[in-house]
């Protein structure tokens, strides 16, 4: 059973990022902003179960320790430049352009840590990128032109997949929830220097924007990525990430009960190609 429990912690942060975009969606705050409170609060709400492992494991890697910094500063700059992203461009366009993180995550690993990929591994990638393309490419036909939200999109999509190679490498020496909390911290610090630069508004929002922030913290940041942060510790990255594209699967099924969206044929069409590709990269990671 011990060896499954990765995959289940991968399946279930899944589930927790699917719920990402419906909570920033009815947020309605500011990218900076809902960043530092969905980064905060979740720091803040972990931070006694923190210190209790942190103490319990001490004296940590201080070369892992600064990695898991990098990481929450990847992810800092992923957030900042998606959430611009959206308000520049259309939806689909930038969840398209953010869903090239697994290229990024397989290409660093190939280079960078010598994973040894089998060429149906690249078949499996290529075929979940396709359903997504399937998904969202609809509206992004209407729209090909890389305009400068779509760029910024595409930039949310290589820091992404920085964060989960730096990741994978500080939760060689560090837990998973020592390297989460750290992340979180330095993604919350550094958003708020942003907010307070570019003169976002910290406060004034109406009830249902907090609440909505609280639930991305709690659902998507605690639950969601502090599974994922265990399951970098005992799977690759370059496995990690591709099977994260089943996020916009399960996000599409999310948004006809709790955002009133309905699904069209391609919708469904590409989620199984997604799928399918999912299945093709577990069955061959590695050589």
């Given at each position: 059973m011990k060896k499954y429990l990765p995959y289940l912690a991968l399946l279930f942060g899944m589930t927790g990022l699917?719920?990402?975009a419906i909570f920033v969606k009815w947020a309605n705050a500011p990218g900076a902003v809902s960043g530092f409170y969905?980064?905060?609060i979740a720091a803040a709400v972990t931070l006694v179960p923190f210190g209790v492992d942190a103490r319990r494991r001490a004296p940590l890697s201080r070369p892992h320790v600064w990695l898991a910094v990098l990481g929450g500063l990847f992810f800092a700059a992923d957030l900042l430049a998606w959430n611009t992203g959206v308000?520049?461009?259309?939806?689909a366009n930038a969840t398209l352009l953010g869903n090239t993180s697994p290229l990024w995550v397989s290409l660093g690993?190939?280079?960078f840590f010598k994973e040894k990929l089998r060429p149906a591994f690249w078949g499996g990638l290529a075929l979940a990128m396709l359903g997504a393309v399937v998904i969202l490419g609809a509206d992004y036909l209407t729209h090909p032109a890389l305009g400068w939200g779509d760029t910024l999109a595409l930039i949310a999509g290589f820091f992404y997949g920085a964060f989960f190679l730096v990741t994978q490498r500080a939760r060689e020496k560090l837990s998973s929830l020592v390297a989460w909390w750290i992340s979180a911290l330095a993604s919350a610090v550094a958003l708020l220097i942003v907010s307070v630069a570019t003169r976002q508004p910290l406060f004034g929002y109406p009830p249902t924007t907090y609440g909505s922030l609280i639930a991305i913290a709690l659902i998507t940041q605690v639950g969601g990525y502090l599974s994922i942060s265990?399951?970098?510790?005992h799977l690759p990255a370059s496995l990690?990430?591709?099977?994260?594209?089943?996020?916009?699967v399960l996000t599409a099924f999310l948004a006809v009960p709790l955002l009133g969206q309905s699904l069209v044929p391609h919708q469904i069409a590409g989620g199984l190609i997604v799928l399918g590709?999912?299945?093709i990269v577990h069955r061959n990671k590695q050589e």
């Open positions: 699917g719920f990402s969905r980064m905060g308000l520049i461009t259309n939806a690993a190939l280079f265990y399951a970098l510790g990690v990430a591709p099977t994260l594209l089943g996020q916009p590709g999912i299945w």
